[in-house]
């Protein structure tokens, strides 16, 4: 059963009643691109077919009521006097709503079921999608124009601010306005972008490692400080301003550790445009080398891999018909990303699964990913007789 009629179905449970509407945000994996957007750099991320969907309706009130079916939980907050209370998951569902209000919006009370398929933890974004579910909630239910931007800057805010994580904009704005078919080619400084088209025999495969690290309060928040103290050495506002060239002239006094956040910066966003290019050229081999050099920076200069990521990577390219592997998202744990001949996709998966269980006795996920459309309204998933049994089965 899709996850459209899940949340469909079990709002009737909750609620009694059908839904006004359907929501949903995907995940999202990125293939090149990482820990730029922070540094006001270059990202070449995809939205997946891996989504938060919100079944919901109004309430004349301001309370928000909402259960989740993967937490098998029920909670409610008000609108007024927000506060941040623990670590739950309904914090990214208040941080959304507190975004709203700090911008000037008047978001509105509703109640609805929320489920989503996105591995929690893996590097592909499950956060960035529940808030921008939520996001598309409120907007929808308070009557606010739908803005892409505006809502992952919405988003953003919520992140750093109501979380705790000093993220970049890459993960809300791919989330918002992916295009479905399509990688998202997006400069973090000024957010243009443009909408890079995977062709049907390039497979694109998250690799979870089973592995897991929390980002707040980790070496994440770390990473950025490094980077910003890197950029003041050059007398920058960012380390997207520091060329190649400018990095080989000017580093000379720089501690070493930050010479390498830097390198790995610098050397990343020349990857991303060069990957572009191979990618609308169709020189998988070249992007596959790309893939490759950019896990070697990260595990080396930028050091956020680990033990199973690069095990993980190792078995992947090692396969037929694998271009090139690295890991994505923040890294510490979580999911690498294969880019694989479309032709060979079954073989790699059942091959990847087998050799990486054995190697480490840990039970991986593959994920083949299909790029996916950004957050969307949604039909309720039912039909009336399917409402009429649920109606029957409560026995009303």
Known sequence: MSLLKTVSLAFIEHFHEKPRLVVRAPGRVNLIGEHTDYNEGFVLPMAIDRAVWIALQPRPDRQVLLHSLDFNESVSFSLDGLEKEGESWVEYIKGAAWAMQQAGFEPRGWEGVIAGDIPIGAGLSSSAAIQLAALRAFSEISRIRWDEVTAAELALKAEQEWIGLKCGIMDQMVSAAARQGHAMFLDCRDLRRDHIHIPSYLGVVALDTGTRRGLVGSAYNTRQVECEEAARHFNVRSLREVSPEMLAAQSA???????????????????????????????????????????????????????????????????????????????????????????????????????????????????????????????????LAEFIRSGLKRGK
């Not at 930050?258 to 998988?284: F, I, M």
């Not at 893939?291 to 095990?311: G, I, Y």
């Open 253 to 383: 006094g720089l501690d070493g550790k930050l010479l390498r956040r830097a390198r790995h910066v610098v050397s990343e966003n020349r990857r991303v445009v060069e990957a572009v290019t191979a990618l609308l050229g169709a020189e998988l081999d070249r992007l596959g080398e790309l893939v490759n050099e950019s896990h070697a920076s990260l595990r080396d200069d930028f050091e956020v891999s680990s033990e199973a990521l690069d095990r993980m990577v190792g078995i992947a390219v090692g396969q037929p018909g694998c271009y090139g592997a690295r890991l994505t998202g923040a890294g510490f744990g979580g999911c690498a990303v294969a880019l694989v001949d479309g032709r060979r996709l079954a073989q790699f998966h059942a091959a990847v699964a087998a050799h990486y269980r054995q190697e480490t006795g840990l039970e991986p996920g593959v994920y083949i990913c299909r790029p996916s459309q950004g957050t969307s309204r949604e039909a309720p998933g039912l039909r």
